[in-house]
């Protein structure tokens, strides 16, 4: 399975984007898909996740502005952010918990 993120950029204070994740692969059977993030120095992070189910957690820095969502017949992950604060500035990733990982795309939010 190859994962490709996009949409990241950069933008102000306030702001909203909306990352995707696409995948070689149908994601039907795959349990669990999130997004994580990473600033330099420091470990990559868990931001969201979301369940085959639909279920979802959110770290609790993001919960009430960010949405994860999955789109099966689509074979994608996206992650609504809204209200985009300097600190949510990072490379974001997707995974799907089973050993593979997007390249990452670059979230900058400036004050």
């Known amino acids: 399975v190859q994962l490709q993120a996009s949409g990241g950029g950069l933008v102000q204070a306030g702001g909203s984007l909306r990352l995707s994740c696409s995948t070689s692969g149908s994601i039907d059977s795959i349990p669990v898909m999130g997004w994580h993030r990473q600033t330099p120095g420091k470990q990559r992070d868990m931001v969201a996740f979301i369940t085959n189910l639909g279920s979802k957690d959110y770290a609790d820095s993001v919960k009430g502005r960010f949405t994860i969502s999955r789109d099966n017949a689509a074979n994608t992950l996206y992650l609504q952010m809204n209200s985009l604060k300097p600190e949510d500035t990072a490379v974001y990733y997707c995974?799907?918990?089973?050993?593979?990982w997007g390249q990452g795309t670059q979230v900058t939010v400036s004050s």
């Open positions: 995974t799907d918990y089973q050993g593979y």
